[in-house]
């Protein structure tokens, strides 16, 4: 196939067909860039992002308002967890059980 296109490419010698198979491809990324993707963009759902909020959630809703909320609801403590910052309450060696 792409024997046959390179034949089927006007111009003689390799200069002229590279030259103009560069020509090709940018013409036909500048189609895409400035035209199938702009159009197509409302279309796919890139921006479509919907964070839900569920109670005991930081920043959740209170009383069913979306815009209120209470960022002290469903925090631990980490004095009270025994953890503190840094602490990961799982191990990170090896995601297999080990043997017995």
Known sequence: ?????WR????????????TSIVLVTGILSLFWF?????????LPF??????QEGGVPGAPVDGNPGVGDPGVGTPDPRESGLDDHDIPYSTETDNQLPR
């Open 8 to 19: 089927k490419l006007p111009f003689d010698g390799v200069a002229g067909k590279l030259l």
């Open 47 to 52: 921006d479509d992002v919907q964070v839900t």
């Open 1 to 5: 196939m792409y024997a046959w296109i």
């Open 35 to 43: 035209v199938v993707f702009p159009w197509a963009e409302p279309l």
